[in-house]
Each structure stands twice: as structure tokens, then as C-alpha cells.
């Protein structure tokens, strides 16, 4: 990785939107607040309810997709920002923007990925039911890939970018465990930060049992996969 020191200006913010008007310009006037308003926001959209239009009017890039699902959102969202260190958020409310800062200094020390633990403080604010899943995967994540991962769905990390443009990205609702998963399992180094989580802003779109399966469907190719790519590890 680079030695070089990165400021806000490096930084790019992004995420993935479905039908989030009532919580995207929160969200995006949380990170303007924490960034100086200096961060490249990058917002893939797949909305019918006005979301593009209120991301625009706070100045983030907008890129229209048809509805994929999570992980091509997000994917896309990742690709399409030009700055060296990307900052991954839902636009739902429930991550501290506020942390973007540290973020970005774990980055400066070292760090190619650092992912924030919802866990570690108790998330509270997540549904009980969300909450003991978000546990199982983590154990199923840590026992299949062999490195102790503490919250494999998390949607607040930071990247480094030769990390997003070095990996192959092929799941979708599981995304976010796959983008912890195979860095992990690739030696990069990662930093396992704890965040608080709030309670999201308007309604989930993920149906838990559906939702939860195909998350562990994924946590297992995706190790599977890793350890056929590696296969003295």
C-alpha cells in the first residue's frame, strides 16, 4: 500500500440507496459535517420515492441503476468513486458519520480495511432477531475462514482503493460479508473498529429469513472459494 498520508480530500463516501427519502439528506448532511464538506459522496440509486433528487441537492454524484439489489449498489458505488480511501455507509440513519474522521486516520497508520463492529457496544437499536443473526454469522464467518471476525455484515468500512479494484466482487445480498471476507483472507490488514448504531430512519427492505439465508449462503462460498485460492493456507 501507499505510504502517503491522506486528508478528507481522499476521501469518498458511498453507498447504495432504495427508497430512502426520508433518511438520505440526514445522512448526507452528517457527512458534509464531518468532513468539512471536503468528501466526494457518491450515491448509486435505484429510488421511485425522490431520493436521487434530494442526494443531488446536497451535492453528491447521483448514478442511476435499475434495482439490482444491495450488492450491485454498492459495488457499483465503489467503483464509481475516484478517490484513493472509500468510506461505505447505508443511508438509513444508523452509522456515526461522525466517525469518518477515524476512520480515515486508521487508514493513514496502516490499515487496508477498516471495518466498524456494530457488536462491540451491544447495538441496542438493532431488532433482537437482527442482532443474534448478525452474531451467528460472525462465528460462522470466523470458523470458516480462520481469522476472528467480530460483525461480517456491517455496512460502515473504510478501503483503501487498491483493495476495492484488486478483488473480484461476485455476491449481492451478502455483500457486505464478502467485502470483510476476502481481504481478511487474504492477508490484507484489517482493523475491526467499534461503532455505535442507531436506530434506522424509515422502513427495512431486507426480510430477515430470506435476507439472513442468502447472507450465510455467502459467507460460505465466499470462504470455500478463498480457501481453493489459497489452498496452504
Same mark, same amino acid.
Given at each position: 500500500?501507499s505510504?502517503? &498520508?491522506?486528508?478528507?480530500?481522499?476521501?469518498?463516501?458511498?453507498?447504495?440507496?432504495? $427508497?430512502?427519502v426520508?433518511?438520505?439528506?440526514?445522512?448526507?448532511?452528517?457527512v458534509?459535517?464531518?468532513?468539512?464538506g471536503?468528501?466526494?459522496?457518491?450515491?448509486?440509486?435505484s429510488?421511485?420515492?425522490?431520493?436521487?433528487?434530494?442526494?443531488?441537492?446536497?451535492?453528491?454524484?447521483?448514478? !442511476?441503476?435499475?434495482? !439490482?439489489?444491495y450488492? #450491485?449498489?454498492?459495488? *457499483?458505488?465503489?467503483?464509481?468513486?475516484?478517490?484513493?480511501?472509500?468510506?461505505t455507509?447505508?443511508c438509513?440513519? &444508523?452509522?456515526?458519520?461522525?466517525?469518518?474522521?477515524? %476512520?480515515?486516520?486508521?487508514?493513514?497508520?496502516?490499515?487496508?480495511?477498516?471495518s466498524g463492529? *456494530?457488536?462491540?457496544?451491544? #447495538?441496542?437499536a438493532?431488532?433482537?432477531? $437482527? *442482532?443474534?443473526?448478525?452474531?451467528? %454469522?460472525?462465528?460462522?464467518?470466523?470458523?470458516?475462514?480462520?481469522?476472528?471476525?467480530?460483525?461480517v455484515?456491517?455496512?460502515?468500512?473504510?478501503?483503501?482503493?487498491?483493495?476495492?479494484?484488486s478483488?473480484?466482487? &461476485?455476491?449481492?445480498?451478502?455483500?457486505?460479508?464478502?467485502?470483510?471476507?476476502?481481504?481478511?483472507?487474504?492477508?490484507?490488514?484489517?482493523?475491526?473498529?467499534?461503532?455505535?448504531?442507531?436506530?434506522?430512519?424509515?422502513?427495512? !427492505?431486507?426480510?430477515? %429469513?430470506?435476507g439472513?439465508?442468502?447472507?450465510?449462503?455467502?459467507?460460505?462460498?465466499?470462504?470455500?472459494?478463498?480457501?481453493?485460492?489459497?489452498?496452504?493456507r
Amino acid at each position: 500500500m501507499s505510504e502517503r &498520508t491522506y486528508g478528507l480530500d481522499d476521501v469518498s463516501v458511498v453507498m447504495g440507496a432504495y $427508497n430512502e427519502v426520508e433518511a438520505i439528506e440526514s445522512v448526507l448532511a452528517d457527512v458534509d459535517a464531518a468532513t468539512d464538506g471536503r468528501a466526494e459522496v457518491v450515491v448509486v440509486d435505484s429510488s421511485d420515492d425522490g431520493t436521487a433528487a434530494v442526494a443531488r441537492d446536497r451535492g453528491a454524484t447521483v448514478v !442511476k441503476q435499475p434495482p !439490482k439489489g444491495y450488492g #450491485a449498489a454498492v459495488e *457499483r458505488a465503489l467503483r464509481e468513486a475516484s478517490n484513493p480511501v472509500r468510506i461505505t455507509t447505508d443511508c438509513d440513519g &444508523t452509522y456515526p458519520m461522525d466517525r469518518i474522521p477515524d %476512520f480515515l486516520e486508521l487508514v493513514n497508520e496502516g490499515y487496508d480495511v477498516v471495518s466498524g463492529d *456494530r457488536l462491540y457496544h451491544g #447495538a441496542e437499536a438493532m431488532p433482537a432477531l $437482527n *442482532r443474534l443473526g448478525n452474531r451467528a %454469522f460472525a462465528a460462522i464467518a470466523s470458523l470458516l475462514s480462520g481469522d476472528r471476525l467480530y460483525d461480517v455484515t456491517t455496512g460502515m468500512r473504510a478501503y483503501h482503493e487498491d483493495v476495492v479494484e484488486s478483488i473480484r466482487w &461476485t455476491e449481492n445480498t451478502g455483500l457486505s460479508a464478502e467485502l470483510l471476507l476476502r481481504p481478511a483472507m487474504r492477508g490484507y490488514r484489517i482493523r475491526q473498529e467499534p461503532i455505535d448504531y442507531a436506530e434506522r430512519l424509515g422502513e427495512t !427492505k431486507l426480510d430477515p %429469513f430470506t435476507g439472513g439465508g442468502e447472507i450465510a449462503a455467502s459467507i460460505l462460498r465466499v470462504c470455500v472459494e478463498e480457501r481453493r485460492r489459497q489452498p496452504g493456507r
